[in-house]
């Protein structure tokens, strides 16, 4: 049985203090079995369920086929990403991060830009309109 120090009845516990009890529920199986799983039960939450270490570590990892569907997605937006225009793309590349992970306001680009944001908006729309026609087409063929 494991101590009572793994019932969390509130899941609003300090992230620090969690892990300490997790590094110290690894180092007490670690001398009684060789291996110890993820996915073992160390307690129970508020609402009764199951808790595994893996709950409190919200491991948040794709599996390989996400991995690779989510690059085949990354490739074909990339590709018809070409297909715009230097405006377009432009704006789209700013307004979504596509660049450097950093999403832009529809502001921010007029501002940089020195256009209007509703000019902003109106080659935005354009873009995802060309973009949603080149999918479409894709995917009827």
Known sequence: MLPSLFIFSDLTCNTIDIRI????????Q?????DVSLFDPIGMDKDGQSLQIADLLQIDEESPIEAVEGKER????????GKLDNRELEI???????????????????????????????IEKRAIVKLYQLFK???SE
């Open 21 to 28: 009890e997790i590094l110290m529920y690894l180092r007490t």
């Open 30 to 34: 670690k001398k009684v079995q060789k």
């Open 74 to 81: 990354k490739e074909r937006l990339y590709r018809h990403l």
């Open 92 to 122: 789209i590349q700013r307004r979504y991060g596509l660049l450097d992970d950093r999403p832009m306001t529809q502001k921010e680009i007029a501002e940089q830009l020195n256009i209007s944001r509703s000019y902003v908006s109106r």
């Open 137 to 139: 087409h894709e995917y």
